[in-house]
């Protein structure tokens, strides 16, 4: 640590300190600290210059697109943007949310919404591995689950959760392999909430849900007692753990931060997965979905008392520990995977028996991730800061050794939210990378008016000592990310013609008699009319066709070309209709020609020489 930061650490501490600060006042200090350390700017300025030109980047990064409702897709460590997903928004360039297929996806999460907050993406394993096939991810804003296929890099699948409201925090069963998809709904409800104990709030209540990862059905609920927040994974299939707050079960803020302690609670998935066999459950009106009670008390679970309002929940990627960060507490709370088994063998008095440790770390602590060599670096969004620490030295600490646990502490640029290191979720974290999401940017970048970006900021770990070696802006509001190394992917370069994600409109072309690579046909059903064409670099098959005014019109493309990277579009001006057609991808839209004229489609993916020249007309009879 250089002696520079270490005092303006300090500075910030001492800062903090004399100014009587509890808890969410914090949010407000740290505001009135951001634009006080001009020698930070100074001092961690830098480009990135780690991946040469034309050279490609070692991990895949996928990053949470918060309130825009989408997935990115960043190199690393280059920093560099490559792709974006929509999920749960829609994309004009995409045509997501135009598309049929896209709508098909949409519709599996009710709705119709427009929006999403997509918080976090975590990717299906295999032994505590990632193995490159689904990326899931939450949609707070309406109580969603998505899945994206990391073959097409598309979202294949929306499911929207019953008997809940506002799904947070999201993980994955790591071993032995991804069966379920762990959700915690945050907001407490009544159950079911059909109109009744609305002024009740003593009868509100939230659930654990786990979703089947392949079938994306929910398989079953958990009530719990409190509001979930995070959530982490075993490396067993035992255990999930979530973090919860609110152990008062209040509606306002007061009424929440009142209890000093709430918990981290363990679901015991084995007990789970039994008792619903057995049939030892209850539904929730309409939905189908078996829940069990979970609550305080229940064999099913675990409530380990924590310092009020934890947060974020990592597993080490030794598989011993769970860490609760502690967000209103400098501290975060270690617990001893093995002591939770003992707990459940009904060895242990006190839940909180199953702690091993609560190092205190600096203000605000919010998520932790590993690098695999036994430290641990967690995000301190009042301090702005990273800190790093050992997990053996502060276990030998909380047992009364002498040892200093802290190994460094470096700012970062302002109020990190999470982190994440390379590999670091799995039994592969390397430490190599550490990313932290900063929420503000304040003055680092060029004013583009009252709404700033926010700043991702890129550290090298693989060191003694923590280094930033990129500092760039992005938009709202990556919440978090995952580091992926590219030798678990396999993204395919061209679409292959069986491909699930157009089977519909395959099936729709077979019952109308089309061979979707042949046929450039035009099927007439009373008032729907289905123009079945093909598109090769630069024209349709289709030049011009006729309908009459309100007829449902649904274009079905299929791209011929083989060639990678020649992507088609259609395009139809003055319709609101726009999709992306890929190399061997069928694509279709569906839309009512409702104003008579002379109405021009066009490719809009630049995709040849003649390009512009690739067009046509839909004449529509008054
Ligand atoms: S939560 Cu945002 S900083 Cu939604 Cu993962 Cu912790
Ligand atoms: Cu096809 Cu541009």
């Known amino acids: 640590m250089s002696k520079e930061s270490e005092k303006q650490g300090l ?48 991990y895949y990064g996928f990053w949470s697109g918060g309130q825009s409702g989408e997935v990115r897709i960043l190199g690393l460590p280059s920093m560099r943007e490559l792709m974006r997903i929509p999920v749960f928004n829609m ?45 899931f991810i939450n949609d707070k804003a309406n109580t969603r689950v998505a899945r994206i296929r990391c073959d097409i890099m598309k979202t294949d699948k929306i499911t929207s959760i019953p008997n809940v409201s506002a799904i947070h925090g999201l993980r994955v069963q790591k071993a032995p392999y991804t069966k379920y998809v762990f959700c915690n709904a945050e907001f407490r409800i009544p159950h079911p909430n059909d109109g009744r104990d609305l002024t009740d709030p003593s009868k509100y209540r939230t659930m654990f849900s786990a979703v089947n990862a ?7 609920q958990v009530i719990v007692d409190g509001n979930l927040d995070n959530t982490d994974a075993d490396y067993t299939g035992k255990y999930a753990c979530s973090t919860c707050y609110n152990s008062e079960g209040g509606v306002t803020l007061a009424e929440s931060i009142a209890n000093e302690r709430d918990w981290a609670v363990v679901f015991n998935i084995p007990r789970i997965e039994k008792a619903i ?47 609760a960060n502690g967000k209103l507490s400098p501290t975060v709370s270690i617990i001893s995977i093995s002591k939770i088994d003992d707990w459940f063998a009904g060895k242990l008095k006190e839940p909180r028996d199953t702690i091993v440790a609560e190092p205190e770390l600096g203000l605000g602590p919010l998520h932790t991730a590993f690098d695999g060599r036994g430290n641990a670096y967690t995000t301190l969004f009042i301090d702005s800061q990273i ?17 200093s646990y802290i190994k460094q502490k470096l700012d970062v640029h302002y109020q990190p939210g999470h982190n994440h290191t390379s590999m670091g979720e799995t039994r592969d974290a390397d430490g190599k990378w550490l990313v932290a999401l900063c929420k503000f940017s304040k003055d680092r970048f060029l004013p583009v008016g009252p709404l700033h970006p926010e700043n991702d900021q890129l550290i090298d770990i693989s060191g003694d000592e923590m280094k930033l070696v990129h500092d760039g802006p992005t938009f709202a509001e990556p919440h978090d990310c995952m580091i992926v190394h590219r030798s678990k992917m396999k993204p395919l370069k061209i679409w292959k013609r069986d491909d699930p994600f157009f089977a519909n409109t395959t099936a729709m072309a077979k019952r109308d008699g089309i061979n979707l690579t042949t046929d450039n046909k035009i099927i007439r059903n009373g008032k729907k009319v289905r123009v079945y064409m093909t598109s090769i670099a630069p024209s349709f098959g289709i030049t011009d066709f006729k309908v ?75």
């Not at 002379?598 to 390009?611: D, E, K, M, S, T």
Request: glycine share 12%.
């Open 11 to 58: 500075t910030r501490r001492e800062f903090l300190n004399a100014t009587a600060m509890a808890g969410v006042a914090g949010v407000s200090l740290g505001g009135g600290l951001m634009g006080m350390s001009p020698a930070f700017a100074a001092k961690s300025a830098s480009g990135n210059a780690t991946v040469g030109l034309g050279e490609l980047d070692e």
């Open 548 to 622: 009459k005014k309100g007829d449902e019109v649904t274009v079905v493309i299929t791209n011929l070309d083989m060639i990678e990277d020649v992507t088609h579009g259609f395009c139809v001006v003055n319709h609101g209709v726009s999709i992306e057609i890929g190399p061997q991808q069928t694509a279709s839209v569906t839309f009512v020609a409702n104003r008579p004229g002379v109405h021009w489609y066009y490719c809009n993916w630049f995709c040849h020489a003649l390009h512009m020249e690739m067009r046509g007309r839909m004449l529509v009879e008054a």
């Open 214 to 220: 392949e079938t994306m059905e929910v398989d079953w």
């Open 387 to 403: 800190a790093k620490w050992n997990v053996d030295d502060a276990i030998k600490a909380y047992q009364g050794k002498k040892v």
């Open 91 to 135: 994309d004009s360039a995409t045509g997501w949310g135009m598309s049929n297929e896209s709508k098909d996806v949409l519709a599996g999460g009710g709705g119709p919404y427009f929006n999403g907050d997509a918080h976090h993406p975590h990717m299906s394993m295999t032994d505590g591995r990632y193995d490159g096939k689904y990326v």
């Open 277 to 323: 066999e057995k049939g030892m459950f209850t539904t929730l009106g309409d939905s189908k979905v078996p829940v069990v009670d979970g609550t305080h008390g229940s064999k099913y679970t675990l409530y380990i008392p924590v310092p009020k309002s934890p947060h974020g929940l990592n597993t080490s990627p030794d598989g011993k520990y769970f860490v």
